[in-house]
């Protein structure tokens, strides 16, 4: 009898740390799951943010010329920036929805607001020097969001990689 009473004891305490191990490697397998699918979800967003500011700012430069050769094509130029804004603020949405960093999130509008320099509407083209420093200045603040953006996904892969160790 008594020898039955252990046998059943060690066979429910077998089963109880069998599923404490289980669902504590399920639980984990569920995190690390999540935080792959983040890190893919991030690295979409910032790719697709860059690639949109990216033609944003080609739009302006060729808007920016366009205006220069003849100014009587600000309203087909200026129809044609807002709709590649209009893009890059989607990628935008999609960035913070993404990250609660809030730098990146500041790179990513001053990265708009930079582009935008380029050729406000409204504003006379400035000269082909000031042009090329507004240029400069929406590269710059381009390449400072990716770098961040890198800075991001590849500390999210560490964490990873080291969580799995």
Known sequence: MVTALIAVAGTLLGSIVTHVFQRM???RTTRQNFAD?????RLSAYNAFAASAI?????????WHRLRQNPDTEVTARSESYSK?????????RVKLLTSDPRIQ??????????RAIQRSGVAPA????????????????EDFVAQAARDV???????LSQRR
């Open 25 to 27: 490697t399920a639980d």
């Open 37 to 41: 699918r983040l890190r893919q979800d």
């Open 55 to 63: 033609e944003y700012r080609h739009h302006q430069i060729e808007r």
């Open 85 to 93: 804004k209009v893009e890059l603020r989607s990628e935008l949405v």
């Open 106 to 115: 500041d790179l990513a509008d001053h990265a708009i607001e930079a582009i």
């Open 127 to 142: 000269s082909p020097e000031d042009h090329a420093i507004l240029m400069k200045k929406a590269n710059n603040a381009i």
């Open 154 to 160: 590849q500390a999210h892969e560490q964490k990873q």
